[in-house]
């Protein structure tokens, strides 16, 4: 059995597969020819143990002998259809007949491919076989945009960037894995993370949410795992943390980034070994939990620095949902607009019809820095302000209408100077963070005694 192919990688070199073998020399040569293409291997010695996998996270393809104790291949390719339709299979044996290709086939394998195995052809197979998963992928996204606006759990969109996002929370949400959401601040990500629970069998048990930035180190860790009475001073009784409230649901760890090392280390521990121990007590309680994580930060650099545990990080990273920011997906704006308007009625008892076109010109010209979010607080201040039934310019925020003059100076040029720029970076870090200086600190990258004196500098209120 050779495992010399051609040297071209495969169109998808991020694929994950699984590979299916009772025999563990040719399960290791399948797993490192596969590797060595590109692709995410993991490897299974039976049917059984392949389910298991699948249970905790998705795959995009299993590889699999036919003839195997305990589960053959073919009972595996009904039970993997059963769970995510969406799994490619290939099925392979060293007893093959036209028979086992056809009811192969016919129970629903991608494909079929003898032993011993012809590399050249395997993969030709598997490459081919996550082409057209890629092709009908694409087509079921250009499907729902054809639709025009897609509204998915409280969120809406028809740029394909959000409709492919959209796609990839309804397959994930199956899976009891950790998940873990990106983005700046602002782009949805609790929004996120709430689809992924709804959509999951989770849906009738706890979703918990903290907000890692809102607590102390020491709050932190009594709030996430609980205390005993006397752990403390002031600890009078004892307290369940967020993680047993949540106990059999899902908990939601926003802004995970700014955890800090020795809670990352607790948190690792709870993935691995899910157990907790309150903050005092040395007795260990055994939790069912999915966690999902958020974080506006680059966790990958973070690791490169000492900032983030690498082993936390990897242990999050099973299944990721990068969200785009606002401006690049301008095409969204118009039915986000419409969306929020009609939220905003509801709230407020109005019954505005729309914005204008000079309006809607203005916010699609606007970079957005805090993104949906901020959106969302002009629409609402614009629904308080107007007294009409349309949306007209004078309704906006200045800086909506400073952003669209291009900054022209006092002689009729842009004003170039690094203070301009600093101050407009400023007012918008407010706009984003709706007037909360300790968020548009934070947005900004600086300290509140920073912040605070630059406002005091350009003359901001």
């Given amino acids: ?262 809670v990352q280390v607790k948190l690792l521990r709870v993935l691995e070994n899910r157990e907790i121990k309150r903050v005092g007590s040395p007795a260990p309680i055994q939790i069912d939990i999915r966690v999902i994580a958020a974080t506006n930060r680059e966790l990958e650099d973070m690791v490169t620095v000492g900032a983030f545990r690498s082993d936390l990080f990897y242990r999050l990273n099973v299944g990721t949902i990068a969200l785009p920011s606002l401006r690049e997906r301008p095409e969204d704006i118009e039915p986000l607009v419409r969306h929020f308007i009609t939220l905003c009625n509801t709230k407020l008892g109005r019954s505005v019809a729309g914005v204008s076109p000079r309006v809607l010109d203005l916010l699609q010209r606007y970079p957005w820095p805090g993104n949906v979010r901020e959106l969302a607080n002009v629409i609402e201040r614009a629904l308080v302000v107007a007294r009409g039934t349309v949306v007209l310019p004078e309704h906006l925020p200045p800086l909506l209408l400073e952003a669209r003059s291009d900054a022209v100076g006092r002689n009729g040029a842009p004003e170039l100077s690094l203070q301009a720029a600093e101050r407009e970076q400023i007012l918008r870090a407010l706009q984003a963070s709706g007037g909360k200086r300790i968020e548009a600190a934070r947005l900004l990258g600086l300290s509140r005694r920073t912040l605070y004196r630059k406002l005091d500098r350009y003359g901001i209120a």
């Fill in 1 to 262: 059995m050779s495992d010399e192919s051609p040297t071209h990688l495969p169109q998808a070199p991020t694929a994950k597969i699984l590979v299916v073998e009772d025999d563990p020399d040719i399960r290791a040569i399948l797993s490192r020819f596969l590797g060595r293409r590109g692709y995410a291997v993991l490897a299974a010695e039976n049917g059984a143990e392949a389910l298991d996998h699948l249970a905790r996270e998705p795959v995009d393809l299993i590889l699999s002998d036919v003839r195997m104790p305990r589960m053959d291949g073919l009972e595996l390719l009904r039970a993997v259809h059963q769970r995510d339709p969406e799994v490619q299979l290939v099925l392979m044996t060293a007893y093959s007949t036209v028979r086992d290709a056809v009811e192969a086939i016919q129970a629903g394998a991608a494909d079929y491919v003898e032993k011993p195995i012809d590399f050249r052809r395997l993969e030709r197979v598997v490459t081919n076989v996550l082409e057209k998963r890629a092709l009908e992928h694409r087509t079921r996204v250009l499907e729902r945009r054809l639709q025009g606006v897609v509204a998915f759990e409280g969120m809406v969109a028809r740029s394909q960037k959000m409709i492919e996002v959209f796609t990839f929370i309804e397959r994930l949400a199956r899976y009891p894995t950790t998940a873990l959401v990106t983005g700046e601040s602002g782009t949805g990500k609790e929004l996120v993370a709430r689809a992924l629970h709804n959509l999951s069998p989770l849906r009738d048990k706890p979703f918990v949410t903290c907000n890692c930035t809102t607590l102390t180190p020491t709050l932190l860790e009594s709030e996430l795992f609980g205390y005993v009475r006397g752990a403390f001073t002031g600890a009078d009784r004892d307290r369940v943390g967020l993680f047993e409230a949540a106990n059999g649901g899902t908990i939601f760890l926003d802004e995970l980034g700014e955890l800090p090392l020795g």
